[in-house]
């Protein structure tokens, strides 16, 4: 059974930086590629970033290019969204997820986490 977990969100004041984790257990192919939402409360989930696990085809959301960076450590089964610059705009639950490809990641993803709470704020 494929499960995907998050960790690492929690508050920060505008300018900061954050880094969230995702362990993805029970890997199939349906798990080839990974990657991050997220949603604002009122608001549609924005996709956010997406990689295969050896980061080719690497693509990012239009209002996180230049500031949030995906990575993956294949052996650890682990993805992590690195983000930069934040801004209260950022603020959202933010969810990883998995499909066989990036593009599938960033249009109709297979699996997901729970999702982790990033609070952008002074």
């Known amino acids: 059974q494929v499960r995907l977990v998050e960790s690492g969100g929690g508050s920060v004041q505008p300018g900061g930086s954050l880094t969230l984790a995702c362990v993805v257990s029970g890997r199939t192919f349906s798990t080839a590629a990974v990657g991050w939402f997220r949603q604002d409360p009122g608001k549609e989930r924005e996709f956010v970033a997406a990689?295969?696990?050896?980061?080719?085809?690497?693509r990012y959301g239009d209002s996180v290019k230049g500031r949030f960076t995906i990575s993956t450590v294949n052996a650890m089964n682990t993805l992590y969204l690195q983000m930069n610059n934040l801004k209260p705009d950022d603020t959202a639950v933010y969810y990883c997820?998995?499909?066989?490809?990036?593009?599938?990641?960033?249009?109709?993803?297979?699996?997901w986490g729970q999702g982790t709470q990033v609070t952008v704020s002074s």
């Open positions: 997820a998995a499909a066989k490809t990036p593009a599938a990641v960033a249009t109709a993803p297979a699996h």
């Open positions: 990689s295969t696990w050896s980061g080719a085809g690497r």
